[in-house]
């Protein structure tokens, strides 16, 4: 089937307005990550959401950000008051969280640009 | 939390020859340990993991090794290829959540 989707795929915005990135996971998955990955870095975790749990959002640097997942499916990252240090690749990735071979499956990510 | 380390940053090889890319982590209940490609402009691909249960594990012509006790794990790709080159990414976790990421290795194959 389709692989985790991702909109926008780019998106250029200025200081201060605030900014959604969409998610649409793997059909069937229950775990759900946001990264964030800066120019030419590694892959920063922000949140995660597993099934109807509380989602772990030790990773979010700032107040700024927040993220829901609505119906088990669907996520939008929200990050408001945008900062020129949000400019990052935002890459959500989905997994079938069994208890043994979860391969993490990454979309190709929103580019933000916060000029 | 956990702590990945990867080395080198940056890696050249001649077409053919081997890369071996190592990481070490901190949590030693960590039990998953998957290596990602990323080639410019895309997502990061999964091209093979391991589990603490084994030492080695092999797919064509790459392998993954891991040691427990000293917590370093390596990536070993043989007969390079130009089509090799591309960012790779270690990362562990504990039962395939939340993965901790290396900051990566930009293998280049000169042909």
């Known amino acids: 089937g389709a692989g985790v989707s991702q909109s926008p795929s780019n998106k250029v915005t200025e200081k201060g307005k605030d900014v959604e990135l969409r998610c649409d996971p793997i059909?069937?998955?229950?775990?759900l990550y946001w990264y964030r990955q800066s120019l030419g870095q590694g892959l920063e975790f922000l949140i995660y959401?597993?099934?109807?749990?509380?989602?772990?959002k030790s990773g979010l640097p700032s107040d700024r950000f927040s993220a829901e997942r609505t119906g088990g499916s669907v996520s939008t990252l929200t990050i408001q008051r945008t900062q020129q240090e949000d400019s990052a690749v935002y890459l959500c990735?989905?997994?079938?969280?069994?208890?043994?071979?979860?391969?993490?499956?990454f979309g190709e990510g929103s580019w933000l640009t916060v000029v | 939390g956990e702590n990945v380390e990867q080395h080198p940053s940056t890696l050249s090889v001649q077409e053919g020859d081997s890369a071996v890319i190592k990481c070490t982590y901190s949590d030693s209940a960590s039990n998953y340990f998957p290596w990602y490609k990323q080639e410019l402009g895309k997502r990061p691909q999964l091209i093979i993991d391991i589990r603490s249960n084994v030492g080695e594990k092999k797919d064509q012509r790459i392998a993954v090794t891991l040691n427990k006790t000293a917590k370093h794990f390596s990536l070993h790709i043989t007969e390079t290829q130009p089509e090799d080159s591309a960012v790779y990414f270690c990362a562990a976790s504990l039962n395939d959540y939340k993965l901790s990421f290396g900051a990566g290795t930009t293998v280049t194959v000169r042909a």
């Open positions: 990735a989905s997994s079938p969280y069994r208890t043994a071979g979860n391969t993490i499956y």
């Open positions: 059909s069937g998955h229950t775990a």
């Open positions: 959401f597993q099934g109807n749990s509380a989602p772990d």
